[in-house]
């Protein structure tokens, strides 16, 4: 004897499907960066636009290994802040000059930059790389 065959609708079940994509975002939201990214802000000015005398500026070398030298004096890095500091506030118009080496970090400029931004009003400008 033969049993007659029903056949049945399949039914989809959702429940894994839900597991999976809690899972993915809790994955993703664990993975994420939630640093507060900060913006500099930079002006480019034409070589032959700036007017420099050069006996008076702050030319801020930044070093491959890390090293900063202020106008070829090696300093530590809150050193050179202190001093660049008290010249731009006795003189507003008293340029800062940094110059990264050729292969040196973007990250040691960019911190050197955060650094200075509490001299709103500073005439900061970027040289081109030092090819030692």
Do not use: C
Not at 9 to 30: A, G, R
Not at 37 to 42: G, N
Not at 101 to 129: C, F, H, T, W
């Amino acid at each position: 004897m033969r049993l007659p065959v029903i056949k049945r609708k399949s039914l989809v079940n959702l429940t894994p499907l839900i597991d999976v994509v809690f899972i993915l975002l809790i994955f993703f939201m664990l993975a994420s960066n939630f640093i507060k990214w900060h913006s500099l802000e930079l002006s480019v000015t034409k070589p032959e636009e700036m007017q420099i005398d050069h006996e008076a500026i702050s030319l801020i070398r930044i070093e491959r290994n890390g090293s900063y030298y202020l106008n070829d004096a090696l300093l530590p890095l809150d050193d050179i802040i202190g001093t660049v500091r008290q010249q731009a506030l006795s003189n507003r118009e008293h340029p800062i000059i940094i110059q990264p080496e050729e292969g040196s970090y973007l990250q040691l400029m960019v911190d050197l930059l955060e650094r200075l931004q509490i001299l709103s009003d500073a005439n900061i400008s970027l040289a081109k790389p030092n090819q030692n």
